[in-house]
């Protein structure tokens, strides 16, 4: 059975223990139901299908069940927490606990470093200047950025990126990126860990407002009236869109700046408008 450190989504590590018992034995629902204290014997077949949810109580009642302990019950219970926060603020921190006990059990939490990467707008704005300036110190890219960071920052988020995979560092100190793209893929957080990003992004285009001069920026708008059939059409024309300019940007190897792309459309008015 996979690590339960290597999960982030209690359904499916039930699922997947359930699935490892049945192929080596005569388990069924109703042993594993009634081993965890439960009186329905479908219970947990439930809750592995995400239409039934565990309480903190209960999910150690399971992890009892299912042998774990230590560490192991204590991720699973950060994980049943996770699996239904409300805010991204609770969301965050429960994370945040789930991967410090990954941490120091040495177990990579996959979608940990993801979730570290599109955190923090520093991380996706280093990994692309790095590389432009080879032979640079951290203070000098600190300088280089917009907001201006410390050199400390820069060289924590260096280690990250290198850590992570996500840069290589030769022996001359010299930066390049392992994959051109990075993506959030299919993560379980991918909405949390973006909207964190989206929301210091969208902070520093305001201040690109007043602070960048407009030939090195550029800002328009459109205000219109669509139906729910041509929002789903102008989502898909965005999404094709995006991967135009991708293609434009990685045509070129060489960068003279690091630039944030920001498209949203979002509603102005509630759906009531054509109601009543």
Request: charged share 25%; with cysteine.
């Amino acid at each position: 059975m996979k690590d339960v450190l290597k999960y982030t989504n209690y359904h499916q590590y039930i699922a997947d223990y359930y699935a490892e018992k049945k192929a080596k034995s005569a388990f069924t629902w109703q042993t594993f139901t009634r081993a965890a204290g439960f009186s329905s014997p479908v219970f947990l077949k439930y809750v592995s299908e995400g239409r039934s949810n565990l309480g903190e109580e209960t999910a150690r009642q399971v992890a009892n069940a299912m042998g774990l302990v230590g560490y192991e019950q204590d991720y699973f219970v950060e994980m049943v927490k996770f699996g239904h926060a409300k805010t991204d603020e609770e969301k965050k921190s429960i994370f945040n606990r789930m991967l410090a006990i990954a941490d120091i059990h040495k177990v990579r939490v996959v979608e940990g470093e993801s979730f570290r990467f599109f955190e923090d707008w520093k991380n996706p704005v280093l990994r692309e200047l790095a590389p432009a300036m080879p032979g640079a110190k951290p203070l000098a890219m600190a300088h280089a950025c917009r907001p201006e960071v410390s050199a400390a920052e820069v060289s924590e988020t260096l280690n990250f990126l290198v850590k992570a995979n996500l840069l290589q560092k030769d022996k001359d100190g010299n930066y390049t990126q392992t994959d051109k793209i990075v993506t959030s893929g299919p993560m379980n957080f991918a909405p949390l860990a973006l909207r964190g990003l989206q929301r210091q992004m969208g902070e520093i285009a305001l201040g690109a407002i007043e602070n960048v001069p407009q030939d090195e920026r550029h800002f328009s708008g459109l205000t219109l009236g669509i139906t729910r059939e041509a929002y789903k059409k102008i989502v898909q024309e965005i999404a094709d869109f995006q991967k135009r300019v991708i293609a434009i940007a990685t045509s070129e190897s060489a960068t003279d700046e690091v630039y944030r792309l920001n498209v949203q459309l979002f509603p102005m008015t509630k759906k009531s408008v054509n109601k009543g």
